[in-house]
């Protein structure tokens, strides 16, 4: 058997939302099968199963609220199959009973107990049968309300009395001020209009950019980074874009970001430090190359959800992946594989005009690179001045797994790529 748990779906995420199941008990499952959907702080994720077997018992109902790594689901392995049933024997004497076995969620056994339910005479209407809070609920014997206190109306002063009559005001619903007597103050109280609650409305993306907030404040307490820069001339890279889009229709044409994410990959791949996790108090280098792409949110904030071995795509399969996910992380719709597998982000914010960038990591990565606008600027070729585009990219890096000679040599390799964009 394997516990199924609720995944730690970002370092700034404590807990989720089950919105719903996609399977129920006796189900069987697959490898990177959604079978779940989770309301986050950054909208509704996809959760994944990652081993194959049959869905066991399924231990969450929807709509509640679950803290990271509390068991949602129980699944049986492929190989666990049950065991033959067992040739019927004669009828043994009468032994003492044992308690049935109920298939409840916690929370229906706790009201159960309070209000005198017999689970056992229940049929659940949750996944697999499961009697949940509503099936506790709709059986409990339903109670009287307690009649009015008989002294009520011997504690209420004569100018109250008149004044709630002439208000329309149940006495029976005021509380007694000192001395246990409705006094002309208490109605008056009463009948005033309830003022509305002044708490400031919250916006959207308000929840995901507190998330963001304590995920980044815990990231520059634990983690010692160190920042490099450089400058590339995009000379090459731009012209070998411009004829390869030539050669396409407007919609199959590539955009620099794939550009930027492809040559992060090659570098990734010779200087791979950079590329992996600082997981309890160790360095894991990621033989897989996943890139967390940052990407604005509509409401507010962003998520960096990852696309899967960017090493070993072409340059159309990375431009196919962009138009796939940017617009199903605007609208909250992101598997937990792609909010839990990056190993290295990246971060553009050129197309704003911003020349340099200088971001701090999301643990338990190691490593961010930013990269700026492209801007005119001169520079000096083969001994000639000229005026060639020019981008910063930056490198924030963990100083624990990696030192500035291991992000100066990633930074040089990846200059070299964006001169030889053929190769990419």
């Not at 199963?49 to 969450?60: L, W």
């Not at 916690?106 to 339910?117: D, H, M, R, Y």
């Not at 709709?138 to 208000?167: D, F, I, Q």
């Not at 990621?286 to 604005?296: Q, R, T, V, W």
Request: glycine letters at 8%; charged letters at 25%; hydrophobic letters at 45%.
């Amino acid at each position: 058997m394997a516990d199924f748990v609720m995944p730690n779906l970002g370092a700034d995420m404590e807990a989720g939302t089950l919105v719903k199941w996609h399977v129920k008990s006796g189900d069987a499952v697959k490898r990177g099968q959604v079978i779940a959907e989770v309301d986050t702080e950054k909208g509704i994720i996809d959760i994944e199963c990652f081993e194959p077997g049959v869905i066991e018992q399924i231990r969450i109902e929807p709509g509640a609220k679950i803290p990271v790594g509390t068991v949602m689901a129980v699944i049986r392995g492929a190989e666990e199959a049950p065991a033959p049933a067992k040739p019927v024997a004669a009828p043994e004497p009468a032994a003492p009973t044992k308690a049935p076995h109920v298939h409840a969620s916690p929370l229906a056994k706790k009201i159960a107990a309070e209000l005198g339910v017999d689970l056992t005479k229940l049929t659940g209407s949750g996944p697999g049968g499961l009697i949940d809070r509503e099936d506790v609920e709709r059986a409990a014997p339903t109670k009287k309300a307690p009649p009015p206190a008989e002294t009520a109306r011997a504690k209420v002063s004569p100018l109250a009395r008149r004044l709630a009559a002439e208000r329309g005001i149940d006495l029976a619903n005021i509380t007694p001020g000192p001395g246990g007597i409705i006094e002309q103050a208490d109605v008056e109280r009463a009948a005033a209009p309830a003022k509305p609650e002044t708490a400031p409305a919250s916006k959207p993306g308000d929840g995901m950019r507190r998330a963001i907030a304590a995920a980044m404040a815990k990231s520059n307490r634990e983690i010692p980074h160190y920042y490099l820069q450089t400058r590339i001339d995009m000379s090459a890279a731009l012209k070998w874009l411009e004829a390869e889009n030539a050669k396409r229709s407007i919609k199959d044409r590539l955009l620099p970001a794939v550009l930027l994410l492809k040559a992060v990959a090659k570098a990734l791949g010779d200087v791979p430090a950079l590329n992996g996790f600082w997981i309890d108090n160790e360095h894991r280098v990621s033989p897989a190359i996943h890139l967390g792409f940052a990407i604005s949110m509509k409401g507010g904030g962003l998520v960096a959800p990852a696309i899967h071995d960017v090493g070993e795509m072409s340059c159309d399969e990375i431009m196919a992946a962009l138009r796939d996910l940017i617009p199903r992380a605007r609208a909250g719709r992101l598997r937990s594989s792609e909010m839990t597998d990056a190993t290295l982000t990246v971060t553009s914010l050129g197309d704003l005009g911003v020349e340099s960038v200088f971001g701090v990591i999301y643990p338990p990565q190691v490593g961010l690179v930013g990269f700026g606008k492209i801007i005119e600027q001169p520079w000096a070729k083969d001994g000639v001045l000229g005026v060639h585009p020019i981008m910063t990219a930056s490198l924030a890096a963990d100083h624990r797994a990696t030192d500035g000679h291991t992000g100066a040599q990633f930074l040089d390799v990846l200059n070299q790529h964006f001169q030889t964009p053929e190769t990419l």
